[in-house]
């Protein structure tokens, strides 16, 4: 599930834990559909892992050549 909160994707995606986490990630690669093309981003934001889920806030971006 995604959404636009203020010019940033939040995001909620199952995961198999229970742990607690907070990071707060600047170039973690993520997997992005472009234009029909499956490829890699990196993200910038913040992530929190919950007992079955993992919840991001933030922008994905690429190095321009």
Known sequence: MQF???GMFLNVEPR???GLDIESVESRPVW????GELGTMAFDGLVLLIPFFI???GNVWTEAE
């Open 4 to 6: 636009n909160i203020a």
């Open 16 to 18: 198999f834990g229970i």
């Open 32 to 35: 992005t559909v472009k234009d």
């Open 55 to 57: 919840v991001t806030l």
